[in-house]
């Protein structure tokens, strides 16, 4: 029973646009949400994080946005470098309990 | 260096063998995971770990068993390997409890191959 969803394996984005990486989650208890990206022969690494009390979360180019009545948060890179070309993997957890991550999604950025 | 680090970072092994796979910490951190990666599946937990004396089962830990041997070590244990433990393995580690508290941590991962 996945608890977190991404539906997209996949997305290409043009350097300099945004790009838009969403995730979707089953569990009302879950406070605290993450995206972490990961390259190749790497581990996966904190990029932005999201409380439950708010709706939107920004960290230079990268803003997460949360929308708890449609259990669904969103990640918008913007502009895309290349550099950003990763698997994206978002997270969820209740406060004290153990994460539930996504598939991932990757992002390729084309220069 | 790195704050969490993974040894072996690749390894072969027969079905049947007894594997032992690494991790160390510097980030002072009490709590530690162990996940494991397959295509299309993402991270999955197998074990973690809040303290020395704690140790608790993740959504697949059959198969699997783990030593907290202080608070910088956490080896995951294959007690007889079988091909479908064959994955990307990461171990994590996290501040404790408490929203940014919880934000976990990654070492490199460690590529198990068992044939």
């Known amino acids: 029973d996945q608890q977190v969803k991404q539906n997209s394996p996949s997305l290409s984005v043009q350097e300099g646009r945004i790009s838009i990486l969403n995730c979707d989650y089953t569990n009302s208890m879950f406070d605290y949400f993450l995206w972490y990206k990961k390259y190749p022969a790497e581990g996966p690494t904190f990029l932005i994080s999201?409380?439950?009390?708010?709706d939107k979360n920004e960290d230079g180019r990268f803003t997460v946005f949360l929308n708890k009545s449609a259990k669904h948060l969103s990640l918008h890179i913007v502009p895309s470098q290349p550099g950003d070309s990763a698997v994206y993997f978002c997270?969820?957890?209740?406060?004290?309990?153990?994460?539930?991550f996504g598939t991932g999604t990757s992002l390729t950025v084309i220069p | 260096d790195a704050d969490v680090t993974q040894t072996p970072r690749n390894r072969i092994t027969k079905t049947g063998k007894r594997i032992m796979l690494e991790c160390s910490q510097t980030?002072?951190?009490?709590?530690m995971y162990w996940y494991r990666q397959d295509p299309g599946l993402g991270l999955r937990l197998i074990y973690y770990s809040f303290d020395v004396k704690d140790i608790n089962k993740g959504e697949i830990s059959d198969g699997y068993s783990v030593s907290r041997q202080a608070q910088a070590k956490f080896s995951l244990s294959l007690e007889s390997a079988i091909p479908n433990q064959t994955a990307l393995y990461f171990c994590?580690?996290?501040?404790?409890?408490?929203?940014?508290?919880?934000?976990?941590?990654f070492g490199p991962g460690t590529r198990l191959l068992v044939l």
């Open positions: 980030k002072g951190h009490d709590r």
């Open positions: 999201i409380s439950s009390i708010k």
């Open positions: 997270a969820a957890v209740r406060t004290g309990n153990q994460f539930y």
């Open positions: 994590a580690t996290s501040e404790g409890s408490g929203r940014e508290q919880e934000t976990q941590y």
